[in-house]
């Protein structure tokens, strides 16, 4: 594989309008014959991805038989959340808005959060913000991770991150998305609709979602399209400018984040590149001399990928039995 493919700019060029029937008609099907359930919730965080998947399944079902939620909290954008209310207002469907924060607060996310960073900046506080960033995969080294914190007066502090601080930072913040899936589902139920889960391909491929959260879903419209696609697919729906234009963060800390500081060796559009690349039996070298890095660099993010596909593998992985019961096969 890969012998007689060309590494060039075209190869996430796809037929739009034909994507989008497929999609559509696959998400009827799958309503009508698999789920048998009337319609579709989908929560919108006004990011690429929500966005896209929202207005195809308002292709598919019609305004009528599709639910929105926006599900803000403590540390989320208030850009985002705009973003999120001008999708739905453009698409002209239901909404509701939940602010989650209450709720965590009293799950304690925001305590054992901070509980967390003060073992590394004791005095962090009311009006600090914070994010971790990921540190070493795209130079050959292990990853790592920082916390960056920022003070009132605005200046920034940075240390790195100890195994156990970031498992609880990461933990408590993950109760975002566990409960957003839970009020999802409530909809869910009530309605008797499907849940609409938003990943796209490079999120899916390499485990950037919360088990039995933003991973739990009914169906999953864009988990075969490349995040590059999924921006061209908002600009062909005439989709808003500030959705279209917006670069793609995770909405998860109180600073701002990119996707790329967090998570991925490169931005998207890279990712994108390097992560086709590679299911295309593309060589390092060649991928090296399209992304202008080394070979060196090329073969470390290959290299990232294939560990992520590894470590992630439970999040995919659905409950084991110990022993098989065959009168009910998933």
Not at 92 to 120: F, M, Q, S
Not at 251 to 270: N, R, V
Not at 288 to 300: C, M, N, S, V
Request: hydrophobic share 40%.
């Amino acid at each position: 594989m890969g012998k007689n493919i060309k590494l060039t700019e075209a190869v996430l060029e796809f037929d739009k309008d034909k994507e989008i029937e497929k999609i559509t008609t696959r998400l009827r099907d799958i309503l009508r014959q698999d789920l048998k359930r009337r319609g579709l919730v989908v929560a919108i965080s006004g990011g690429i991805d929500s966005s896209v998947s929202s207005a195809l399944c308002v292709k598919a079902m019609g305004q009528e038989r599709v639910y929105g939620l926006l599900l803000p909290e403590t540390d989320s954008s208030s850009e985002t959340f705009e973003k999120g209310k001008a999708m739905v207002e453009t698409l002209g469907i239901e909404y509701e808005v939940h602010n989650i924060a209450p709720t965590l607060e009293t799950l304690g996310c925001y305590k054992w959060r901070d509980d967390a960073i003060k073992t590394v900046f004791p005095e962090y506080g009311e009006g600090w913000k914070n994010k971790i960033i990921i540190s070493g995969g795209v130079d050959g080294q292990f990853n790592h991770f920082m916390l960056v914190v920022q003070q009132p007066d605005g200046k920034v502090l940075q240390e790195r991150l100890g195994l156990k601080e970031y498992l609880q930072i990461v933990a408590a913040t993950n109760y975002k998305q566990r409960v957003r899936k839970t009020i999802e589902y409530f909809h869910a139920d009530r309605l008797n609709y499907a849940v609409v889960g938003t990943p796209n391909r490079l999120e899916h491929d390499q485990g950037f979602f919360v088990k039995n959260g933003d991973g739990s879903a009914d169906v999953k419209p864009i988990a075969h399209l490349y995040k590059t696609q999924v921006y061209a697919l908002a600009r062909h729906l005439g989709l808003p400018d500030m959705v279209c234009n917006a670069r793609p963060t995770t909405d998860t800390y109180s600073m701002p984040q990119g996707q790329d500081e967090f998570y991925f060796a490169l931005p998207y559009e890279q990712m994108d590149i390097a992560l086709w690349s590679l299911n295309h039996g593309i060589v390092a070298a060649e991928l090296a001399a399209f992304l202008g890095i080394t070979e060196k660099q090329a073969q470390f993010i290959y290299n990232d990928i294939e560990a992520k596909r590894r470590t992630t593998k439970y999040l995919h992985a659905k409950g084991v039995l110990v022993e098989a019961v065959p009168e009910v096969m998933a």
